[in-house]
C-alpha cells in the first residue's frame, strides 16, 4: 500500500495514457552545476516569495512520461488547482477522465461519475513526506525547499531554473533531482527517477482567483 501512496503521489495521480514517439522537452540539468549559495540566497527567496504569494492558482498541464526502457512517451493533458489551505488538485481529461486531489495526509480519487475513493496516509512517514516535498515544490516555499533538498538556482533574461536533490532517501529512491523553471510562474517540472525513466509536467494558462469554489473544495472531500 505504501508503494501505491508514494507512486500516486510522485506521478501526480496520472491514469492509462496515450503512447507517442519518444520526445519530451527537458530542463537543462546544467543548473546542477550551480548550488544556491549565501550570495544568490536572497534573490531565491525572493523568487519564492512571488510563487507563493497566491492562495490559488489555477492553470492547464501537459504530462509528459518518457520510459527509458521502451523508449517511448505517454502524454496525458488536463488542469490543475494549487491551493495553499487545501492542496493541489490534478484533473486529467485526455485520454481518460480523472480527478486526483491531494491533501496534506490523504488523496481522493474521482471518476467521472462522480464516484470517491479516499486514501488516508496518517501515520505513514513517507507519504507525509512525500506530501511535503510536494507542497513545497510547487508553492515556491523556500525554507521547505532547502530543508527538504541540496538546492541549486540560476537566472537568466528574466527566467530562472531550480534544480532539486532530495535529502531524505525514501524521496530519492523515486525522485533522484527534480529541475523546474519558469518567469513569474513555474512553467516546467521534471522529474528524473532513479530508474532513468522522465517525467516532465509543462504548465500553461495560469490564473490566480482569490478563493476556490464551493464544488473546487468538494474534490478534497471523501463523500
Known amino acids: ?3 501505491i501512496v508514494i507512486l500516486a503521489l510522485l506521478l501526480f495521480g496520472g491514469t492509462i495514457e496515450a503512447s507517442l514517439q519518444a520526445q519530451t522537452n527537458s530542463v537543462p540539468l546544467e543548473i546542477f552545476r550551480f548550488p ?25 498541464f501537459e504530462r509528459t512520461k518518457t520510459i527509458s526502457s521502451l523508449n517511448r512517451s505517454l502524454l496525458s493533458k488536463g488542469a490543475f488547482i494549487i491551493a495553499k489551505n487545501y492542496g493541489i488538485v490534478w484533473e486529467t481529461l485526455d485520454p481518460f477522465p480523472s480527478t486526483l486531489a491531494m491533501g496534506k ?6 471518476d467521472p461519475t462522480g464516484r470517491k475513493t479516499r486514501l488516508d496516509a496518517a501515520g505513514n512517514e513517507t507519504f507525509l513526506r512525500l506530501a511535503d516535498t510536494i507542497s513545497a515544490v510547487f508553492s515556491g516555499d523556500s525554507q521547505k525547499l532547502t530543508a527538504n533538498f541540496q538546492t541549486f538556482f540560476a537566472e537568466n533574461a528574466g527566467t530562472w531554473t531550480i534544480g532539486l536533490v532530495p535529502r531524505e532517501s525514501s524521496v530519492r529512491s523515486f525522485a ?3 529541475a ?10 521534471m522529474i528524473y527517477e532513479q530508474n532513468g525513466d522522465k517525467i516532465h509536467y509543462r504548465l500553461t494558462n495560469h490564473t490566480f ?11 478534497f472531500a471523501a463523500q
Open 1 to 3: 500500500m505504501a508503494h
Open 36 to 60: 544556491l549559495t549565501q550570495e544568490s540566497y536572497p534573490r531565491f527567496n525572493e523568487l519564492c516569495s512571488r510563487l507563493s504569494s497566491h492562495p490559488v492558482i489555477k492553470g492547464t
Open 105 to 110: 495526509n490523504y488523496l481522493v480519487q474521482s
Open 176 to 178: 533522484a533531482t527534480i
Open 180 to 189: 523546474m523553471s519558469g518567469d513569474s510562474v513555474i512553467r516546467s517540472i
Open 209 to 219: 482567483p482569490g478563493a476556490l469554489t464551493a464544488g473546487e473544495i468538494s474534490l
